[in-house]
């Protein structure tokens, strides 16, 4: 049995967005490197990077609705051709700016245009799909971004050793590239932005999402798991290398056993998973992500740390596709942007609070408090999704 059968499927458009995201991503540098670029080439202290990094995580929190919002209006390919070109333009104008009050103005507004994306993203694949392909689509989509992440980072490393400027601009570039491939493929099946009637657009505003109390409890029920899923670039690193002697090097090896298995399996996975439940899903997914992070609490060495990451990462693999489909799913036609608007808002919180609470915990009170306490966070999300109703 072929496991990527699911993937023959999928209409054209839907692989249109899939070398849109492998090709943005395989050019994404800057921000794996820019807590190392602000402390050896503009000066700050690490307190000052982390702080710019923390305005990220916040300007992508509060664009996420508002730009989902905008992509129902106005369109989601208008949204992500801007987001492209807007990012590829800012990042060369990043490169030039040296005063720190300057460089946190510029990271609210480059996280606002560049995770922009990310909503008007989910939700055309919402749109191109039927629903029995969503975690499939899901899957494939986070294919394409985990993919270009495993190539964009080693290149950057390179090239810091000759200039750390050149980040910025191979990141430009991919953008450009992005954004010129998708403007420049012809769409087979995706309904026109310019097609979109009057009475379309008015019934997108009739509802308040805020009054959906079941898609708000859903989003509260994600957002203790997501908080968890974020250690893996706060917390774990500083156990791995500091708490129990491993190198970066090694480090850098653990982690590319998340990456392949992603590369892998992601897609089997959710083809085979297709036929279970939501709820089921995304209580696995939330359950393997809890076992998996607490388990660090008595993995110390290689074998037992390979397994406490694969444990988590088919948790990953599990609960991203499956929360992004059920979204999805209830969101109402017409309006899919702004509920994956919100619901991008919970993975922005995961990645800009996640990493620093993880890593304040770990100062204060040990890695033992750490992973007990993702592990019981894991569970608070597995008890709440499986009160979902919807």
């Given at each position: ?168 601009y191979v990141n430009a570039l991919s ?23 009057e009475s379309e657009t008015k019934s ?187």
């Amino acid at each position: 049995m072929n496991p990527w059968k699911s993937l023959k499927g999928l209409p054209h458009d839907m692989w249109v967005l899939f070398f849109t995201s492998l090709i943005n991503r395989s050019g994404t540098m800057v921000l794996p490197f820019l807590t190392l670029y602000l402390t050896k080439v503009i000066g700050t202290s690490p307190a000052k990077a982390g702080t710019v990094l923390l305005v990220y995580g916040i300007s992508a929190f509060l664009a996420a609705p508002v730009t989902g919002k905008i992509s129902d209006r106005f369109g989601s390919l208008r949204v992500m051709k801007f987001s492209l070109f807007g990012t590829g333009l800012l990042f060369i104008l990043y490169s030039f700016l040296e005063n720190y009050y300057l460089i946190l103005i510029a990271s609210f507004i480059l996280s606002a245009v560049n995770e922009s994306f990310r909503p008007a993203n989910l939700s055309m694949i919402s749109e191109l799909v039927n629903p029995s392909q969503r975690r499939v689509a899901f899957a494939l989509n986070r294919l394409a971004i985990n993919a270009g992440m495993s190539i964009g980072p080693v290149i950057g490393g390179f090239l810091t050793l000759i200039d750390f400027h050149y980040l910025f601009y191979v990141n430009a570039l991919s953008s450009f590239a992005a954004g010129i491939y998708l403007s420049s493929v012809k769409w087979t099946s995706l309904k026109s932005d310019e097609t979109r009637t009057e009475s379309e657009t008015k019934s997108t505003y009739k509802l308040n999402v805020l009054s959906d109390k079941a898609f708000l409890f859903f989003l509260f029920a994600v957002i203790p798991v997501n908080l968890v899923f974020f250690q893996h670039i706060g917390a774990l690193p500083l156990y791995i290398v500091d708490d129990l002697g491993y190198t970066t090097a090694a480090f850098g090896l653990l982690s590319a056993v998340n990456t392949v298995m992603i590369i892998i399996l992601e897609v089997p996975i959710n083809d085979l998973m297709g036929n279970i439940s939501y709820k089921k899903s995304m209580v696995i997914g939330a359950l393997l992500a809890a076992i998996g992070f607490g388990a660090f609490a008595i993995a110390q060495t290689t074998i037992p740390l390979i397994i406490a990451i694969m444990i988590f990462t088919f948790g990953e693999m599990i609960f991203f596709p499956v929360t992004a489909a059920y979204t999805s799913e209830i969101a109402p036609e017409h309006r899919k942007g702004e509920y994956m608007g919100y619901y991008q808002m919970t993975f922005s919180l995961g990645f800009s609070f996640g990493p620093w609470l993880g890593t304040v915990v770990y100062q204060n009170f040990g890695s033992t408090i750490l992973w007990a306490s993702a592990f019981c966070l894991g569970l608070v999300s597995v008890l709440l999704l499986s009160l979902v109703r919807r």
